[in-house]
């Protein structure tokens, strides 16, 4: 078997490396280090914060628990304002003993006023997806504290609840097909409209484009939906107010986060496909309208102008990926939602779509050579085998290693459409030719020889030579 995604130490760190004031300190090899260094620095250059204990062979014998206080000073004297440490232990820790739990304890002691958490990953747990749902749980208790104590302030009178600033709000907790009507509040004795409140659960700094989807997202939300906390790319201030959100927006991942806060705090949630396309935006803000007092008939209304001119400009390019055979591969919390974009949106055939949380890349490279496929969209993962299969490949999944974004481009909405589509028909234009599948009748003389095999036996058939070639 030949994993498609990381081990479970991988996810937990990049569930945790979008988080701008805290640090990932991993206890284990320092390979492990470097795996999810190479891919999630690229994202996010200016600000990646990781180090790690590195366990050498003496440690394995020995024990490394004396590797963690050093560790933990050190990242405290590099980064001073650093608000929490997240120790993610791997493999060789889990399996030696090492109690790290005990160890950060008798650090914190020395070291008062660090907030430090501990998430076990070993890389046998799980797999990448396995890790980042473990990484969002050990979230919960930063938002406990706070969220208690900003539902104690409010008392119920009747069937309405009264907020600090003693102005009647809806309770907390909506039942199925209620509304979040959080309108006209006063703070501070002036009046003000108040939005309803959502969190983003399920991508991480590392995937590509995600920062700039975030962006994209708040741009269009202003003034009708806040982002209390998006988890690719907060702050711990952020990831404390998260239970007085109205409604957690799962991506794939983080349901056992979002059901854990709907049972502590009341707070419902929807599990989304990932809005690749202008159909795709608009179902998932059709999501959000149903579930809270939100109003986007104007960002629809200017998603369906832009997608009017965009089919208006590509009309040519489209036709050519009608029932354009496409094997797709992605984690959880985009591959549902790009088949979708290929097939409903841009009606190519996706002959293959595998998760790669749970399948493998041996099973790809079989399915690959048995099918029609004739483009591949993946991740950096898959590039050498779309070498060796002569595929043309866009790459839209964690990881991407072999190519940079240096601008804000997002990968939804209109602008995010036309470069998604922009990027497939430039690969889609980069096919090699083929005699075999899909292609094999392509060039075909009057005498049913493929020109490729003309040289082979012109004499014998004189018939297939060249019409400006004397017989």
Not at 17 to 32: K, M
Not at 171 to 197: F, Q, S, W, Y
Not at 403 to 421: D, F, K, N, S, W
């Amino acid at each position: 078997m030949k994993p498609m995604s990381g081990c479970a130490l991988i996810g937990a760190a990049r569930a945790l490396s979008g988080i701008r004031d805290a640090v990932v300190l991993q206890h284990s090899v320092v390979g492990c280090h470097w795996g999810s260094l190479a891919a999630g620095m690229l994202q996010q250059p200016d600000n990646f914060r990781q180090a790690s204990t590195v366990i050498y062979e003496e440690n394995v014998i020995r024990g490394g628990m004396e590797l963690i206080p050093q560790g933990l000073t050190n990242i405290v004297q590099l980064y001073p304002e650093v608000n929490a440490i997240f120790v993610v232990s791997g493999c060789i820790p889990n399996m030696i003993g090492d109690d790290v739990e005990s160890a950060i304890a008798a650090w914190q002691e020395e070291n008062p006023g660090h907030r430090v958490l501990h998430i076990p990953a070993p890389g046998y747990a799980g797999h990448e997806g396995d890790g980042i749902e473990r990484a969002l749980l050990a979230l919960l208790p930063l938002m406990e504290e706070n969220t208690q104590a900003w539902h104690r302030k409010k008392t119920y009178s009747g069937g309405a609840a009264v907020d600090s600033y003693g102005n009647m709000v809806a309770k907390p907790a909506m039942g199925a097909g209620e509304h979040a009507d959080l309108t006209n509040r006063t703070c501070g004795g002036k009046e003000t409209e108040d939005v309803p409140k959502i969190n983003l659960l399920g991508l991480t700094a590392s995937d590509p484009y995600s920062i700039n989807d975030v962006k994209y997202l708040r741009q269009i939300f202003a003034g009708k939906l806040e982002i209390v906390c998006a988890l690719q790319q907060c702050a711990i201030e952020e990831i404390a107010r998260m239970g007085q959100a109205d409604l957690n927006i799962v991506f794939g991942r983080g349901v056992k986060l979002a059901e854990r806060m709907q049972k502590q705090f009341g707070m419902p949630y929807i599990c989304c496909d990932y809005p690749y396309g202008i159909q795709g935006m608009l179902t998932f803000l059709a999501q959000l309208e149903n579930k809270l007092s939100a109003d986007f008939s104007d960002i629809k209304m200017q998603l369906g102008n832009r997608a009017d001119s965009l089919v208006k400009n590509s009309a040519m390019y489209l036709t050519t990926l009608y029932q354009l055979p496409t094997a797709l591969v992605g984690d959880s919390a985009h591959l549902s939602g790009m088949q979708r974009f290929l097939q409903d949106e841009l009606g190519m055939e996706t002959v293959i779509a595998l998760d790669t949380d749970t399948e493998d890349q041996n099973r790809l490279e079989r399915e690959l050579r048995q099918s029609e496929a004739v483009l591949l969209l993946g991740s950096s993962y898959q590039a050498e085998l779309a070498d060796r299969l002569t595929l043309p490949m866009v790459r839209y999944v964690y990881p991407v290693v072999d190519e940079v974004c240096l601008t804000e481009q997002p990968m939804i909405g209109a602008e995010g459409t036309a470069y998604l589509l922009q990027q497939i028909v430039n690969a889609a234009m980069r096919v090699r030719y083929k005699t075999e599948g899909v292609f094999g009748g392509l060039r075909v003389t009057d005498c049913g020889y493929n020109q490729e095999e003309l040289h082979c036996d012109v004499q014998r058939e004189p018939q297939c030579r060249d019409k400006g070639e004397d017989e």
